[in-house]
């Protein structure tokens, strides 16, 4: 069934999750209240209310909350409940790897060893409506959808260390089609118009709640994945948030770069800070070769280079091809968790990326 306006499918659904409750229940995923613990409920059972204001159907105990407004009717920014910096991981064009970068990067933050200080606590929000990936890169396919805390927000799930929320988590779990027998319950797509992906963006934004990911403490960094392009998402995400930094993906193909140029004029419009580009996919090192001997595949990086100069942003890290971005990330265990890698590998690339990031969030 498509996921059309108002949300008809959840309502028919019926999710098994039990995978997510014990997920909770091993991180510490609980909100603390007054003297006890505020029980978690499931999302299908609390009686959804779907409508065009509420495109998650979350429970409401009051009215939806109106955004506070600037002069000429525009939203104020806002900081997001629980979260003390924002990352925004972009691309103008898609196929670039912007989600794998947003994945690697965000867990590749969380071992940033700053002297005198513990590990940075990051979280990770997918906020690609219509294609959603982080499910599947973070190994969190099938774990059900979030838990309810006491005043109706979503909890994040949890994944090598990561609460992590995502449009994926929100849709149907159900059985396959008996009369389509090639029919795939992660193939029902998201079918609406931009009222509607605007209003689910504002409470992925809104209505989570970060302290619940990480027992009761803010986290000091949220990894924003956000789709290609300039459109809904993009606009949404500039107008209702402080974001404190982004990095822009491009791969080395002037095609990339064309949309890259709007997307890095889009964010100055908006008032996005740009710390830098990566570019993806940059080159093949052949291994046990000679660090530098390397084979531009999608021709070398003088474009991208250039691009940068023209654009004055700072080139942050050039990732490499290897087979193991993919094949690991299809497992659900991103390539930096990955121990014992060479300087010219994708994880290096990832780890110099996160430490430039790092620096530039202090």
Request: proline share 9%.
């Amino acid at each position: 069934m498509l996921a059309l306006t108002g949300l008809s499918w959840r309502s028919s659904t019926r999710v098994t999750l039990e995978a997510t409750r014990q997920c909770c229940c091993r991180s510490g995923v609980r909100q603390v209240r007054g003297k006890g613990v505020a029980p978690l409920r499931k999302l299908t059972t609390s009686s959804p209310t779907q409508s065009h204001d509420n495109p998650l159907g979350l429970p409401r105990n009051n009215a939806p909350p109106t955004m506070p407004r600037m002069q000429r009717g525009l939203p104020q920014k806002k900081r997001l409940p629980g979260v003390k910096k924002v990352v925004v991981v972009s691309s103008g064009k898609g196929g670039v790897g912007k989600s794998s970068v947003a994945v690697n990067l965000a867990l590749a933050l969380s071992n940033v060893r700053a002297e005198g200080r513990p590990k940075p606590r990051v979280g990770l929000l997918d906020l690609d409506i219509f294609g959603p990936s982080i499910p599947k890169l973070m190994g969190l396919e099938g774990a059900g959808e979030p838990m309810l805390t006491d005043d109706n927000r979503l909890t994040p799930l949890r994944a090598h260390g990561l609460p992590c929320m995502s449009m994926g988590f929100l849709l149907p779990n159900t059985a396959p089609d008996p009369s389509n027998p090639g029919s795939d319950p992660a193939d029902t797509p998201v079918v609406w118009r931009g009222m509607m992906v605007m209003k689910a963006v504002q409470q992925l934004l809104f209505d989570v709640d970060w302290r619940a990911g990480t027992g009761g403490s803010d986290l000091d960094v949220l990894v924003i994945d956000t789709p290609p392009g300039t459109g809904d998402v993009t606009l949404s995400l500039g107008q209702l948030v402080e974001v404190d930094g982004s990095v822009i993906v491009s791969t080395p193909q002037s095609v990339a770069l064309i949309d890259t140029r709007k997307g890095v004029a889009t964010f100055r419009k908006l008032g996005i800070p740009i710390y830098g580009a990566v570019l993806n996919m940059s080159y093949f090192h052949v291994p046990g070769t000679a660090e530098t001997d390397r084979h531009y595949l999608f021709g070398p990086p003088t474009a991208f280079e250039s691009t940068c100069v023209a654009l004055d942003l700072e080139p942050l890290a050039q990732v490499p091809i290897e087979s193991d971005v993919s094949t690991q990330g299809d497992r659900g265990t991103p390539v930096v968790l990955r121990g014992g890698q060479g300087p010219a590998s994708a994880s290096a690339a990832f780890h110099q990326l996160a430490e430039k990031v790092w620096a530039r969030l202090q």
